[in-house]
């Protein structure tokens, strides 16, 4: 009998977890500050990855059938994977238009919308650059998004999930008045960056982005792209490099440019000092302020 009603209690207990599945660890991340014990996540990509080109497994076709909500980035991002798993999963409550499916690009203004999308353009986003995690200032918006959500899925929760929210957006906003004093600092400094990453975090502190090393979203840097680059990057004194594309072409240039390459997480996890989504931001200051 005692062995029945244990059985029964860790039952219970599972069931009264929310069951999310994020397709990124920044996402992830915010879901654990505000759902705590209440939520079981699963995250598909790592922070490693390259966004756009993450691998479909299996397993995760085996959460997302069991999820109860689903959190994706959007604008496009996950074209590349989400679908097939979507469909596999068969799962009715996380699909499109669902309660369950939660876009985030839709809770802020998207940058850099093509007014016309062909492939002579190379890999652009229809509805805009998806990068738009990489504003601190974002982060409180899409946290209150996420919020909302579990509240709608899980109202039993709902208020647990909101203190949670509260003391969350209270620490950020503590760390954001921190970060904006010191990344104001760097206000007119100008860059390269290999692909279109951290065109929102650019903007958001007055830094010039120059060029990309890509000539074209997607399309790998050319010789002539470079030298074309090279004449008209006088004054730069960083190239950004994030953690998955080759890094020989962002050292040649910085050489030539006599500027400094600095590699930059791009997500929780993208490198061991970014293990959450404070210490994302603490080591890009980090890294600027060398």
Not at 10 to 31: C, N
Not at 39 to 45: L, N, P, R, T
Not at 269 to 274: F, K, S, T, Y
Request: charged share 25%; net charge positive.
């Amino acid at each position: 009998m005692r062995v029945m009603l244990f059985i029964l209690i860790l039952v219970g207990f599972s069931l009264a977890q929310l069951k999310v599945v994020a397709t990124y660890p920044w996402i992830g991340e915010l879901v654990k500050e505000i759902g705590k014990d209440k939520v079981k996540i699963h995250i598909i990509a790592k922070g490693t990855d390259d966004p756009h080109f993450v691998v479909p497994k299996p397993s995760h076709i085996a959460k997302m059938r069991d999820a109860n909500l689903l959190i994706i980035q959007g604008a496009s991002i996950e074209i590349g994977f989400l679908p097939p798993l979507l469909q596999q999963s068969n799962n009715p409550r996380i699909q499109p238009g669902r309660e369950g499916f939660l876009d985030l690009s839709q809770f802020v203004e998207l940058i850099e919308k093509p007014q016309r999308v062909s492939r002579e353009m190379g890999d652009v986003h229809p509805e805009g650059n998806p990068h738009y995690n990489l504003d601190p200032h974002n982060i409180p918006i899409l946290a209150r998004a996420v919020a909302e959500r579990m509240c709608q899925l899980d109202s039993p929760n709902c208020s647990y999930y909101r203190a949670n929210l509260e003391d969350f957006l209270g620490r950020w906003n503590a760390k954001l008045k921190e970060w904006d004093r010191e990344f104001s600092k760097l206000r007119g400094t100008k860059v390269i960056s290999y692909h279109k990453l951290y065109d929102y975090f650019l903007s958001r502190y007055g830094i010039v982005l120059v060029g990309t090393l890509e000539p074209l979203p997607g399309i790998p840097p050319t010789a002539k792209h470079i030298e074309n680059l090279t004449a008209q990057a006088q004054g730069v004194k960083f190239i950004l490099q994030d953690v998955y594309h080759e890094k020989r072409t962002a050292e040649y240039l910085a050489k030539r440019l006599n500027a400094k390459v600095l590699i930059l997480p791009h997500d929780v996890g993208a490198m061991p000092e970014a293990k959450d989504l404070f210490s994302l931001f603490d080591e890009i200051l980090r890294r600027f302020s060398q």
